[in-house]
């Protein structure tokens, strides 16, 4: 009997093997639902609400992702992942995709075997200081105490940047991000410094957030994407083209508000006919419905407005677009052409 | 007395004088304390210092406490209303205590599922902890785990039924063999179990379920119910290994041979088609379902709870096995048990869970899903039982070695001297320890929060503090767990007490 079950879930097993190699995309279709990755919480970037709905940032893009792909935005299980859980889940196969804002890095790229299929948020490390501190750049903080989270990237960036400006500092260590929030609201230190989404989340939990100001200098490049496995190009393509799809609707003035009427007929403009499938063949060539785009879109809306609705400037987290606008608008956003 | 000194004393009271109330200052309130409180000045200044700094204690908490919201849907909204004031900010557990009782992704429609079974938890263990209630309680205690998978898991009850009839058929043939051979009646009992777990595993299937269609169940019923009157006829006069087996091949004949030409004739007889090879007809597997939900769904307290009872229950039969192992004469299972101990107690539980979470998960072939709690309770049942197994090698050292060979020379075999004589003994010494490391391994329970299980402190860790609404509330969320975690915590502590009390049958 022992034998008999044991062979079985080999050929489960087997078969689930073999499944695995026809492709991911092939193995959400069959599945009906997108494995995601994401953070067990991050603020603004992805939390279960109060009915255990997931939200956020990094959640609209696995939303997106589903929709695309399945046509229901909620046909995603997500997957919390700590930092240490992540890249192994990715990489057992336990999840389809992993939009944990993670940083796009050569060694994770090249020797992890991931694939990034782009940048979500353009994120870097940056100070926070007490307002009444009177430091209006990261450059007159000479002698300054610094709360640094040990053993992170952060820490080397920190040494880099003081060292490259010639001036000294003390850095108080700190474990914890909430650790890091007391030591500094308990002027345990002069500045915080961390990535500044990070930064602008811990600020907004503060009971004054208007007496701490975030230096203008970005001190390091964080950009943060979404990432699949090696070796499955037609999946890393659907992903990456989801993606640059929102990026692209916000550029060609599609919403979800008028993503139903835009794609209802082929309307003047070439590009956004072949996005939304009302002209061409795009979806087809992705082995996706032609809607595809349209329903991303209609999912949570253009990049722009998952961006506004999880973490723009009227959100407690109230970050700015900097270097996350539209390239036509001075930012780094640049889809390439649909086409 | 009075006759005698009568000439040499002036004087002598004949009647006792009525006891004088002793001096105010001596009794009541104020004698307590003088005693107590203010015996000397040393003692005096201790006292009044403790009661100035209890006094800033609770100056310091209490109005924050009372002071406390409960109405308000952020922790901006709560502050809000405060103006500036210091005060707790409650309205967080008020909405989301039921995420951090039950985790964010159980239906909340179901929640009366895990509630019952807590419930139902108590009265299982209530025979177990007082030995004084009536042993036929011990029934439902023996039932409730599958009754509680059931109900929080879900999915069909005859799963957990036929789980609980292997373990019934393991027990009866144990019964049947364990007293006059421990290891005959101990691997029979093992044997049954397995062919009733392989024939329900059958059944369960969608061949098998047809069988329980109408027809199928009175065919089967008579079936069974032939099978029973052989056994009774030929249990008096032969072996109880032949009754048994002649009517379960009585049955296996039945089933095969006679069931369905008998199923027909029923269903003719009662004029049902069964030419859809039964479709139409209610399967097993549509009784008794509950809406299943995902272990992955659970979490909060319910998880710690789970994990809790699960592991210190399932621990303590493993470490007594484990301790009885290591002091065994035979040396294969002496030096399994010592190099298991020795290697469980030498490496910390987190590095267990994430063995159970990422490493398996590289072994296992991609698409097996191999139950996450399963896993970890394999694990933290591992990690405790190699504890407990330590605690209770402390209680069998204990013992005097005139005991051992006081059950020797009563002609005991081992397994007979271990249960009547040394355990007894041995276990009761063994409370406090034992209890101890049920107190540390419930508390353990929090760390699956690294290993992104959502139970209560992974739920605020997580979900929680990372909603955009409740970002930065801390301390009433972990004030919230600790007291939940002491009420549990003390409740165990408080029970050993009474344990020790209630089985000092020495004179100390």
């Known amino acids: 009997m022992k034998k008999s079950v044991f062979l079985g879930a080999l050929t489960v097993a087997g078969l689930a093997a073999g499944a695995a190699a026809a492709g991911t995309l092939d193995d959400v279709k069959a599945r009906g639902t997108l494995n995601c990755g994401v953070t067990t919480g991050l603020v603004g970037f992805a939390a279960p609400d109060a009915n255990g709905v997931w939200q956020g940032f990094d959640v609209g893009v696995c939303r997106a992702v589903a929709a695309a792909v399945l046509g229901d935005a909620n046909a995603v299980e997500f997957v919390p992942t700590t930092g240490k859980t992540r890249f192994t889940a990715l990489a057992s196969g336990e999840i389809d995709m992993l939009a944990r804002n993670t940083t796009w890095t050569f060694s994770r790229d090249v020797d992890l075997k991931f694939e990034f299929i782009g940048t979500n948020y353009y994120d870097g490390q940056g100070f926070m200081v007490p307002k009444a501190l009177g430091v209006s750049s990261a450059k007159e903080l000479d002698g300054a105490t610094v709360c640094i989270q040990t053993g992170t990237t952060t820490e080397l960036n920190l040494a880099d940047f003081f060292r490259k400006n010639n001036i000294s500092y003390e850095p108080v260590p700190i474990e914890t991000s909430a650790e890091g929030q007391q030591q500094y609201l308990a002027g345990a230190c002069d500045t915080y410094t961390t990535d500044a989404s990070g930064l602008a989340s811990l600020r907004a939990a503060f009971e004054k957030p208007g007496d701490h100001v975030i230096l203008p200098e970005i001190i390091s490049k964080e950009p943060l994407g979404p990432l699949v496995r090696h070796g499955d190009n037609e999946w890393g393509d659907t992903v990456r083209w989801t993606l640059n799809a929102l990026i692209a609707a916000e550029e060609m003035g599609i919403t979800s508000a008028n993503v139903t009427e835009m794609s209802a007929k082929a309307g003047d403009s070439p590009e956004v006919n072949r996005l939304l499938g009302t002209e061409g063949n795009l979806g087809e060539m992705l082995g996706l419905d032609a809607d595809w785009a349209t329903k991303a879109i209609m999912a949570g809306g253009n990049y722009g407005e998952i961006f506004e609705k999880n973490i723009g400037e009227n959100t407690p987290i109230g970050l700015a677009r900097g270097l996350n606008a539209q390239w036509t608008d001075g930012g780094l956003l640049y889809s390439p052409p649909f086409r | ?508």
């Not at chain 2, 004088?20 to 003088?34: K, L, N």
């Not at chain 2, 008020?94 to 009265?123: S, T």
């Not at chain 2, 299943?292 to 909060?300: A, I, K, T």
Request: proline letters at 5%; aromatic letters at 14%.
């Open chain 2, 1 to 508: 007395m009075s006759e005698a000194h009568a000439h040499s004393v002036a004087f002598v009271r004949e009647s006792a004088l009525p006891p004088a109330p002793p001096p105010v200052t001596e009794a009541g309130v104020i004698g307590w304390m003088r005693q107590n409180l203010f015996a000397t000045w040393a003692n005096a200044l201790l006292t009044i210092a403790a009661i100035y700094f209890i006094y800033l204690l609770l100056t310091a908490t209490l109005p924050w406490i009372l002071g406390g919201i409960w109405a308000a849907d952020s922790l901006a909204e709560c502050r809000d209303i405060l103006e500036g004031r210091s005060a707790a900010c409650f309205a967080v557990l008020a909405e989301r205590w039921n995420q951090l009782l039950f985790g964010f992704k159980y239906p909340d429609e179901y929640y009366w599922r895990p509630g019952i079974a807590f419930i139902l938890l108590f009265v299982a263990a209530a025979p177990v902890l007082f030995f004084d209630l009536p042993r036929k309680l011990l029934i439902f205690t023996a039932i409730y785990p599958f009754l509680a998978y059931w109900l929080i898991w879900g999915g069909t009850i005859w799963s957990p039924a036929f789980a609980a009839l292997g373990f019934v058929a393991g027990y009866v043939i144990f019964d049947v063999y364990g007293k006059h051979n421990f290891a005959a009646g101990f691997f029979g009992g093992i044997v049954a179990a397995l062919v009733v777990w392989w024939l329900s595993g059958y059944l369960m299937s969608a061949e098998g379920s047809t069988l329980f269609s109408g027809p199928g169940l009175i065919a089967n019923a008579l079936g069974a119910a032939a099978a029973l009157v052989a056994y009774l006829l030929l249990r008096k006069n032969t072996e109880p290994i032949i009754a048994v087996g002649s009517a379960l091949l009585l049955f296996v004949v039945w089933w095969a041979v006679i069931a369905p030409a008998l199923m027909f004739r029923i269903a003719l007889l009662l004029g049902i088609a069964i030419a859809d090879g039964g479709a139409s007809a209610i399967t097993l597997s549509d009784i008794g379902v509950l809406e299943p939900v995902q272990s992955r769904d659970m979490g909060g307290f319910m998880l710690n709870m789970i994990l809790g009872v699960v592991c210190v229950s399932l621990s303590l039969p493993l470490g007594i096995a484990l301790a009885m192992g290591r002091q065994s004469s035979m040396p294969l299972i002496r030096w399994i048990s010592v190099v298991f101990i020795e290697f469980i107690r030498g490496v910390p539980l987190i590095t267990l869970l994430f063995v159970a979470n990422v490493v398996l998960a590289y072994f296992l072939p991609p698409g097996t899903t191999f139950d996450l709690i399963l896993r970890v309770i394999i694990m933290i049942t591992m990690f405790a039982s190699a504890y407990i197994a330590e605690v209770i090698r402390g209680g069998l050292a204990a013992l005097p070695k005139g005991q051992y060979e006081a059950a020797n020379s009563l002609g005991l075999d081992y397994a007979q001297a271990m249960r009547l004589i040394i355990l007894p003994q041995a276990l009761k010494i063994s409370i406090p320890g034992i209890v101890n490391v049920s107190v540390g391994l419930f508390k353990d329970t929090t760390l699956v929060s690294i290993i992104t299980m959502f139970d209560l402190v992974g739920m605020i860790r997580g979900p929680i503090l990372a909603s955009t609404d409740w970002n930065g509330v801390y301390w009433e969320l972990f004030s919230f767990a600790a007291v939940l975690f002491f009420i549990t915590c003390y409740g165990i502590s408080q029970y050993s007490q009474w344990l020790e009390r209630r089985l000092a049958t020495d004179h100390r």
